[in-house]
């Protein structure tokens, strides 16, 4: 059972909705991230949160939002996302701060369609 | 780019059997580690090195740290079906380094 909780596991949604994705740890870790995956492919970095402060944007399109409510919960917003938009989208903590190089835990991922 | 080259891409073998996949880098990395993804799930951390020439085991799983800190390799003994998944080696390129390097992974099945 993974220690980095994320919700809803699935979510199918058009291209004019709005959704959020929710993660939550309670291992007291201070830095969270948000992957992108697609099948068949390694997980790319899409935003880092450290000490619940956003540190990292690899350059991701403003339709994804993140939002950092405390040190336990990450969000990603979404609005007027497109087909290409559809992945495995990862959650991660790590037990410091950004740039500690502490190995990094996932979540199980919310799987994204698109129509 | 530090880049992280994985082999095989995939692997398939019986019950039983002894396998070694390989990650290798022409940089060096503070640290690095394994993890297994079973699909519709996320990865899964097995193991993290950071010595040079570092080995630790995992029941039957050996994982070593090369030398220069370039290199891993996961060794797994016995294979069991159970062991089917997609093995990732991921580093950190050096201190303060924020960016994880991912492999591309090994698919490995596990045949009955």
């Known amino acids: 059972d993974t220690e980095v909780t994320q919700t809803p596991k699935h979510l199918v949604m058009g291209m004019t909705n709005k959704k959020s994705l929710k993660c939550e740890q309670h291992?007291?870790?201070?830095?969270m991230y948000w992957y992108k995956q697609k099948a068949k492919k390694p997980p790319e970095l899409m935003f880092v949160y450290s000490y619940e402060k956003l540190s990292i944007n690899e350059s991701v399109p403003s339709r994804f939002s993140p939002e950092c409510p405390n040190s336990s919960l990450l969000n990603l917003h979404l609005h007027a996302l497109q087909p290409e938009d559809s992945a495995l989208y990862l959650c991660?903590?790590?037990?410091?701060?950004?740039?500690?190089?502490?190995?990094?835990?996932f979540g199980d991922g919310t799987r994204l369609s698109i129509l | 780019t530090q880049l992280l080259e994985q082999s095989p891409q995939f692997l398939s073998i019986q019950e039983g059997e002894n396998l070694t996949v390989y990650c290798n880098s022409s940089s060096v990395f503070s640290s690095l580690q394994w993890y297994r993804q079973e699909p519709g799930e996320g990865p899964v951390l097995l193991v993290t090195v950071v010595t040079g020439g570092e080995v630790k085991k995992l029941k039957r799983l050996t994982f070593q740290f090369g030398d220069a800190r370039k290199d891993s390799s996961l060794h797994i003994t016995a294979a069991q079906p159970g062991d089917t998944g997609l093995y990732l080696c991921?580093?950190?390129?050096?201190?303060?380094?924020?960016?994880?390097?991912f492999g591309k992974g090994t698919k490995l099945s596990v045949i009955p």
């Open positions: 991921a580093g950190f390129s050096g201190a303060g380094s924020y960016q994880l390097t």
């Open positions: 291992m007291g870790h201070r830095a």
């Open positions: 991660a903590s790590s037990h410091a701060g950004l740039g500690s190089n502490q190995p990094q835990h």
